[in-house]
């Protein structure tokens, strides 16, 4: 059983992980490209 918590906790940290690097990521571009952003609005409008 105590693999299986193992196991658990590590893929918890993966995804955690994963998400905190996307959350960064698309905050670094946003704030170097705000442009995108409206483009993705006009055409979502459009």
Do not use: N, T
Request: proline share 2%.
């Amino acid at each position: 059983m105590k693999m299986f918590y193992a196991l658990v906790v590590i893929i918890m940290l993966i995804v955690i992980s994963m998400g905190v690097m996307g959350i960064v990521q698309a905050s670094k571009e946003g704030a170097r490209i705000p442009r995108d952003d409206g483009q993705g609005v006009h055409v979502r409008g459009d």
